[in-house]
């Protein structure tokens, strides 16, 4: 079954103990990205790839770092969490081409920063 | 920059009913693409439907269908015979078609809720 997948699904952590959420897809997909869900504000994207080892800054990549050494894992670190990064997390890839094609998108983690 | 503009926070509609949500963008770029999601109660983004911006004539999706009005910037998702189902927060969404670049703008979202 093509899916993108999210570890955890749910996390609390304290402010500044480092974590990383794992990101991985099936389809083999070059584009990847991450989105953080607030209230009243929508999905805003944090940091995208465009295929191993190419990645750009999002609308609000302040706070967080990816990598993408394989083509099908895009994880988002948290060096230092805090308060203001509680949200829900998406993950989401596509095929590289044409911007038509949609994202196919991750069950979301949901994170709380204490 | 592009932003994307949903004006309606929360919407309610009776089953069986049409409701339109509205999306309005703004961007200098002649050709993009325009999506709109669903999100129900589970959190998993859905897409419902997508609109090519060379294209004039407006999508359909069986009960989903679009207005898209280009020169006006805008793009609104009409739902008709409206089901329980269809209650979730909806997402208009703005893409532009430019080779390697995919960053991707979302609207707010507008809450539906279809009643019984």
């Known amino acids: 079954e093509a899916q993108v997948t999210q570890n955890p699904r749910y996390l609390i952590t304290v402010t500044g103990k480092k974590l990383t959420v794992t990101c991985s897809q099936n389809?083999?997909?070059?584009?990847m990205s991450w989105y953080r869900q607030d209230p009243g504000l929508g999905l805003r994207q944090i940091y995208y790839?465009?295929?191993?080892?190419?990645?750009d800054k999002g609308d609000v990549p302040e706070g967080y770092k990816v990598s993408r050494k394989e083509k099908r894992n895009f994880p988002l670190i948290l060096e230092s969490p805090s308060p203001n990064q509680t949200s829900l997390y998406f993950c989401?890839?596509?095929?590289?081409?044409?911007?038509?094609?949609?994202?196919?998108f991750g069950p979301g983690t949901r994170l709380l920063v204490l | 920059a592009q932003t994307v503009t949903q004006s309606q926070p929360e919407m309610s509609v009776q089953e069986a009913e049409t409701v339109t949500l509205s999306c309005t963008y703004d961007?200098?770029?002649?050709?993009?693409?325009l999506f709109w999601y669903k999100q129900p109660p589970s959190r998993q983004m859905i897409l419902v439907i997508r609109q090519e911006a060379y294209k004039q004539q407006n999508a359909t999706e069986n009960r989903f269908s679009v207005n898209f009005q280009k020169a006006a910037k805008s793009f609104s998702l009409k739902i008709s015979d409206s089901q329980l189902g269809d209650t979730a927060m909806y997402f208009c969404?703005?893409?532009?078609?430019?080779?390697?670049?995919?960053?991707?703008?979302f609207g707010t979202g507008t809450k539906l809720q279809v009643i019984p």
């Open positions: 961007t200098s770029e002649n050709n993009y693409y």
């Open positions: 790839s465009m295929n191993v080892e190419v990645t």
């Open positions: 969404a703005f893409n532009r078609n430019s080779g390697g670049y995919q960053k991707v703008t």
């Open positions: 989401a890839s596509k095929v590289a081409g044409p911007s038509r094609e949609t994202q196919y």
């Open positions: 389809m083999n997909h070059e584009y």
